[in-house]
C-alpha cells in the first residue's frame, strides 16, 4: 500500500502536531513505525474532518488498524 505520508509532511494543510508525529514514525526503527504512524494518523483524524479509516489509509495502514 503507498503512503502520502511523506508528502504530508510538508504541506502547509497539515497541523504541526500530525507533521511531527510523521517525522517521528520515519525517524524511528521500523519495528516501531506503523504504531507511530498510526499515532500520526489518529492525529490527523482528530484535527480534520477526515474519516478515520481515510487517515489510515493516507499513511499507507490497513483500515483496520483500530479507528476509534
Known sequence: MMSMAPLLMHSVHVPTSVKDALRAAYAAPDT?????????????????????????????????????
Open 32 to 68: 516501531e513505525r506503523d504504531k507511530l504512524l498510526q499515532t500520526a494518523a489518529h492525529a490527523l483524524y482528530a484535527s480534520t474532518d477526515l474519516e478515520c479509516r481515510d487517515a489510515l489509509e493516507l499513511f499507507g495502514l490497513a483500515s483496520e488498524c483500530g479507528c476509534p
